[in-house]
T-cell receptor, first 114, second 112 residues
Framework: AQSVTQLDSQVPVFEEAPVELRCNYS??????LFWYVQYPNQGLQLLLK??????LVKGINGFEAEFNKSQTSFHLRKPSVHISDTAEYFC????????????FGSGTRLLVRP | NAGVTQTPKFQVLKTGQSMTLQCAQDMNHEYMSWYRQDPGMGLRLIHYSVGAGITDQGEVPNGYNVSRSTTEDFPLRLLSAAPSQTSVYFCASISRVNTEAFFGQGTRLTVV
C-alpha cells in the first residue's frame, strides 16, 4: 500500500520569502506524485505532477517540486511567496497502474504574512 | 464547461436519516471518486469508479453506497447517518489520459 507523510501541519512565512513544504511517500511499486492546493471553502486544484522524466517539475503560480527517489521525497518549493499563496497544500500519490486511487497526505497550511 | 458539480453545498441531517450527495461531471472522464476531508487527516477515499457500472471500495467505505449508471453521474448515498460522518465531502473526476483529478466545490455535511 502507499502512504504519504506531510510532517509540517502549518508553515508560517513572510511575504517574498522562500518556502519549502515537505512530502515523503512510501510505496513498494512505481508511483505518480502530485501536489494539490485548496483555497478556503473551495475544492482542490492541481499545482503540479510528476509522472516520469525530469525530476524537477514546474507547476502553476511559480511553484516547483523535485522528485527524489532515493529519499522517497517530493518537496514543494517557491522562491518568493505572496499573500495570495495562503492556502492548504496536499501531497498525493497513486500507483502507476491505478491512477484513479489517489492517496493524500494530511496537508500543510501555508500562512503568508505581510 | 462546468467541470465537476456537487449538490448540495451544505446539509444538516439527524442521526439515522439517509440522503444522497450528487456529483456530475461533463468531461467524459472514466474515473470518478468520493473523498471525505476531516481536520488533520487530509482526504480519504470512500469509493471510486473506473467506468459506468463499475465501482469499488476505498479506505473508508463503511456507511456509504455508490452506483455509476452513467459516465456523468456518481452519487454517494448515506444509508443511516451518524455523527462520525460529519465531514466535508469531495467528488473528483480523473482524466485517464493525463492523470489530473478535477474536484467539485464540496458538500459540508453535519450530522446531529
Amino acid at each position: 500500500a502507499q502512504s504519504v507523510t506531510q510532517l509540517d501541519s502549518q508553515v508560517p512565512v513572510f511575504e517574498e520569502a522562500p518556502v519549502e513544504l515537505r512530502c515523503n511517500y512510501s510505496s513498494s511499486v512505481s508511483v505518480y506524485l502530485f501536489w494539490y492546493v485548496q483555497y478556503p471553502n473551495q475544492g482542490l486544484q492541481l499545482l503540479l505532477k510528476y509522472l516520469s522524466g525530469s525530476t524537477l517539475v514546474k507547476g502553476i503560480n511559480g511553484f516547483e517540486a523535485e522528485f527524489n527517489k532515493s529519499q522517497t521525497s517530493f518537496h514543494l518549493r517557491k522562491p518568493s511567496v505572496h499573500i495570495s499563496d495562503t492556502a492548504e497544500y496536499f501531497c498525493a500519490v497513486s500507483r502507476r497502474d491505478s491512477s484513479y486511487k489517489l492517496i493524500f497526505g494530511s496537508g500543510t497550511r501555508l500562512l503568508v504574512r505581510p | 464547461n462546468a467541470g465537476v458539480t456537487q449538490t448540495p453545498k451544505f446539509q444538516v441531517l439527524k442521526t439515522g436519516q439517509s440522503m444522497t450527495l450528487q456529483c456530475a461531471q461533463d468531461m467524459n472522464h472514466e474515473y470518478m471518486s468520493w473523498y471525505r476531508q476531516d481536520p488533520g487527516m487530509g482526504l480519504r477515499l470512500i469509493h471510486y469508479s473506473v467506468g459506468a457500472g463499475i465501482t469499488d471500495q476505498g479506505e473508508v467505505p463503511n456507511g456509504y453506497n455508490v452506483s455509476r449508471s452513467t459516465t456523468e453521474d456518481f452519487p454517494l448515498r448515506l444509508l443511516s447517518a451518524a455523527p462520525s460522518q460529519t465531514s466535508v465531502y469531495f467528488c473528483a473526476s480523473i482524466s485517464r489520459v493525463n492523470t489530473e483529478a478535477f474536484f467539485g466545490q464540496g458538500t459540508r455535511l453535519t450530522v446531529v
